[in-house]
């Protein structure tokens, strides 16, 4: 019995060594089936071998194999969401694969499979989507080589599905995420000159252009996009923003004021207005805004900050009439009536600085205020908030 058992346990051993044999022949046929999940093992074994690496044809298959599990993949993700991409690499091992096939033999061909010069042609939607998942993921510079595939593969023809400059702009974000400012640049024109609408293509290239003081360059781009989103939020910002570089204060206030703050919808919409109001001394106009963008993103620096200067302002507008009264001899109850409105800002201006102070401790701007603040207050809080500057100073 216990030889019976060790020769089928030998039987077992010799059919699972023959099962994982390459094959191309076999990763052919399950292709043909599209058993893909099986065709790919059998494939990647053949790529593995010695000889048949050495095989166009193995390049071919293999290629082909991971275009259409590509393929499969994200079509079963748009049509559920929560569906997991088990070969999140198979567009890039498709590319690598038809270039490698084509090094070998140009002209290798296999029937009922795309020649490695169309598959390379084909691959570029699935490579934008595979970098897209790399940027999220803060994988930058392996987001930058598969983007940069898929712009390869994207200017092979005539694309048949336009980007519209998506790729060249993700490309030019993962460039600029490694710190590849002049590269992204490049990348950010491209996007548009293959049709991007983006409006954060538009505003990339004209903060490029304005540190140069490429004024011509910043009003074409400008009309570019005021031509292409006419509507749109971002670009009425850039207009603005440009007017104040371009010294024209009276032409950025004349387009502040067209602005529907109702209508704002994002959080960045808002502060970017909440700015230009404050650049105004309109405080009040900038505080409503702040306190709706605070309320739809808690724990913002930039807005707890500001409100902390729209409140400052609102207490030292207060403190200056309590004086005023003061000098003129108006009523008491007038003077002690804005004495305490100077001082209810002045706490809640100090309570919005303190959130900011615990998202940046080392703000030495913050902090000025902050120790400012207390001096008034003729609070202890003042020498340690002093201390802490000169901890920073040193």
Not at 84 to 98: G, N, W
Not at 280 to 301: C, G, I, V
Not at 320 to 343: P, T, V
């Amino acid at each position: 019995m216990k030889k019976h058992l060790l020769l089928i346990a030998n039987i077992l051993v010799v059919v699972s060594l023959f099962a994982q044999k390459p094959s191309l022949t076999k990763a052919y046929n399950l292709f043909y089936d599209k058993d893909l999940d099986k065709a790919k093992v059998q494939i990647d074994l053949c790529t593995a071998d010695e000889k048949l690496s050495t095989k166009a044809q193995t390049w071919l298959y293999k290629g082909n194999i991971e275009f259409f599990l590509a393929n499969r993949e994200y079509s079963e993700k748009q049509k559920n969401e929560s569906y997991q991409i088990k070969y999140p690499d198979a567009p890039v091992e498709a590319f690598d694969a038809f270039e490698k096939a084509i090094s070998i033999n140009p002209k290798v061909e296999a029937m009922d499979m795309m020649s490695a010069q169309e598959g390379l042609k084909q691959l570029y939607p699935y490579l934008l989507v595979r970098g897209v998942d790399q940027l999220i993921a803060q994988d930058f510079a392996g987001a930058k080589a598969t983007l940069a595939k898929g712009i390869q593969s994207y200017e092979m023809d005539t694309p048949q599905y336009p980007m519209n400059g998506d790729l060249y702009y993700y490309y030019a974000y993962a460039s600029e995420s490694l710190g590849k400012g002049d590269e992204a640049v490049q990348y950010y024109q491209k996007a548009l000159d293959d049709g991007s609408q983006n409006a954060y293509v538009f505003a990339k290239l004209i903060d490029y252009y304005k540190a140069k003081g490429d004024h011509q360059n910043v009003e074409k781009t400008l009309a570019l996009a005021k031509q292409k989103n006419p509507n749109d939020m971002s670009i009425k910002l850039l207009e603005i923003d440009f007017a104040y570089w371009n010294g024209d204060s009276a032409k950025a206030v004349s387009l502040l004021d067209q602005i529907d703050v109702h209508s704002l919808k994002t959080v960045d919409e808002m502060v970017n207005v909440a700015n230009f109001f404050i650049k105004e001394k309109r405080y009040e106009s900038a505080e409503r805004l702040l306190s709706r963008a605070n309320a739809m993103s808690p724990n913002n620096f930039v807005i707890l900050y500001n409100l902390g200067v729209c409140t400052y302002s609102f207490s030292e507008y207060y403190f200056n009439r309590q004086n005023q009264l003061a000098i003129q001899q108006g009523s008491q109850s007038d003077i002690d009536a804005a004495k305490n409105m100077s001082e209810q800002y002045l706490q809640e201006a100090a309570s919005y600085f303190e959130e900011a102070r615990k998202l940046q401790p080392g703000d030495v701007n913050l902090l000025n205020t902050l120790r400012a603040i207390y001096v008034r207050q003729q609070s202890p809080k003042a020498d340690e908030i002093d201390s802490l500057i000169k901890q920073l100073d040193k």
